[in-house]
């Protein structure tokens, strides 16, 4: 086979209309266009770092869906496997501006999107088995039940090909029929997954646990190669069959935005890891992207490139 990935992964894409003053969204006059999706988020971060990746997606034949089209070409992003569909309409999102650190306050009107309609039809095995990683997110499988299947049937594919996993659960509460349907639904797709990548508070609401050694114990034992808890501030836990540990967060000047950390943190844990790197190293590399996208306005804007990242770890290199 001629064509190759190092990562696919699939999702929604949404237009970001981001405030440019705080306070209530209903009081803001003044917006600025973005883009938003977890999966995307961690795809435009990856493809900042050199590596090939593919997306799979929906989008409506309207502007905001040629937004997303061209933001995929610009971030060298393939679009193998994302269709236009003229049925349904491209989703959207409004977040607004916080000056003191806090979780902005958003908006979706997503519901019925072009990507709401993602199924098993989206798949194609010479694509998806090109790629030799999958990175999936508990938003994709949220959005309809047509997609929770597909989120599935790539997992189960994938890992039947001996082809690695990640998943982050990034939980939207509001997207599923009941909070029992997401615990059970993420819960198994976690147990297909190599590496599972959790906030401390979604542990806590997947698991039951509260401490982030039993978090990752738990997702041990139901299969996951290694478990890394997102801590915050705190930095991160890591743990395998032979080790754990700390790692201490990357220092910020100031919090400026905090919608997409997360998926900052999984761009650089894949990263390391599909280089080859130990997980430790993985880790602090998370850390450092997940700082530097709290210090920007916008979910991506704040990942880095290969030159910038090479040079923040020279730095930060012990001497």
Same mark, same amino acid.
């Given at each position: 086979?001629?064509?190759?990935?190092?990562?696919?992964?699939?999702?929604? *894409?949404?237009? /970001?209309?981001?405030?440019?003053?705080?306070?209530?969204?209903?009081?803001?006059?003044?917006?600025?266009?973005?883009?938003?999706?977890?999966?995307?988020?961690?795809?435009?971060? /990856?493809?900042?770092?050199?590596?090939?990746?593919?997306?799979?997606?929906?989008?409506?034949?309207?502007?905001?869906?040629?937004?997303? /089209?061209?933001?995929?070409?610009?971030?060298?992003?393939?679009?193998?496997?994302?269709?236009?569909?003229?049925?349904?309409?491209?989703?959207?999102?409004?977040?607004?501006?916080?000056?003191?650190?806090?979780?902005?306050?958003?908006?979706?009107?997503?519901?019925?999107?072009?990507?709401?309609?993602?199924?098993?039809?989206?798949?194609?095995?010479?694509?998806?088995?090109?790629?030799?990683?999958?990175?999936?997110? $508990?938003?994709?499988?949220?959005?309809?039940?047509?997609?929770?299947?597909?989120?599935?049937?790539?997992?189960?594919?994938?890992?039947?090909?001996?082809?690695?996993?990640?998943?982050?659960?990034?939980?939207?509460?509001?997207?599923?029929?009941?909070?029992?349907?997401?615990?059970?639904?993420?819960?198994?797709?976690?147990?297909?997954?190599?590496?599972?990548?959790?906030?401390?508070?979604?542990?806590?609401?997947?698991?039951?646990?509260?401490?982030?050694?039993?978090? *990752?114990?738990?997702?041990?034992?139901?299969?996951?190669?290694?478990?890394?808890?997102?801590?915050?501030?705190?930095?991160?836990?890591?743990?395998?069959?032979?080790?754990?540990?700390?790692?201490?967060?990357?220092?910020?000047?100031?919090?400026?935005?905090?919608?997409?950390?997360?998926?900052?943190?999984?761009? $650089?844990?894949?990263?390391?890891?599909?280089?080859?790197?130990?997980?430790?190293?993985?880790?602090?590399?998370?850390?450092?992207?997940?700082?530097?996208?709290?210090?920007?306005?916008?979910?991506?804007?704040?990942?880095?490139?290969?030159?910038? /990242?090479?040079?923040?770890?020279?730095?930060?290199?012990? *001497?």
């Amino acid at each position: 086979m001629s064509f190759s990935l190092d990562v696919l992964t699939y999702g929604e *894409a949404m237009a /970001l209309f981001v405030a440019d003053e705080p306070g209530p969204l209903a009081q803001v006059n003044r917006f600025t266009k973005r883009i938003a999706g977890a999966d995307l988020n961690v795809a435009i971060g /990856l493809a900042r770092l050199g590596f090939k990746v593919g997306w799979m997606s929906r989008v409506g034949d309207d502007s905001f869906g040629r937004y997303v /089209l061209d933001t995929l070409a610009k971030e060298g992003i393939d679009a193998g496997r994302v269709s236009v569909d003229g049925r349904y309409p491209t989703g959207f999102q409004l977040k607004s501006k916080q000056d003191d650190g806090r979780d902005p306050a958003v908006e979706y009107f997503r519901r019925g999107s072009a990507a709401s309609h993602l199924s098993i039809d989206d798949y194609s095995p010479e694509y998806a088995l090109a790629a030799r990683h999958l990175h999936l997110t $508990g938003v994709a499988p949220a959005i309809s039940a047509s997609s929770h299947e597909l989120a599935f049937h790539l997992a189960r594919e994938m890992r039947e090909a001996g082809k690695s996993i990640s998943f982050d659960p990034n939980l939207r509460p509001t997207l599923w029929p009941s909070r029992e349907a997401m615990v059970t639904s993420l819960n198994r797709l976690a147990t297909l997954a190599d590496w599972v990548l959790p906030g401390l508070e979604e542990g806590t609401v997947l698991t039951g646990f509260t401490k982030p050694e039993d978090i *990752a114990a738990c997702y041990l034992d139901a299969g996951a190669r290694g478990v890394v808890v997102k801590l915050g501030a705190r930095g991160a836990y890591y743990r395998t069959a032979e080790y754990s540990g700390y790692a201490a967060a990357a220092p910020v000047a100031q919090v400026v935005d905090t919608v997409g950390a997360g998926d900052g943190f999984a761009v $650089g844990v894949i990263s390391a890891l599909l280089e080859g790197r130990a997980l430790p190293e993985a880790v602090a590399r998370g850390n450092r992207i997940g700082a530097l996208a709290v210090q920007v306005i916008g979910d991506s804007e704040g990942f880095p490139t290969r030159g910038e /990242l090479d040079r923040i770890e020279r730095i930060a290199a012990p *001497a």
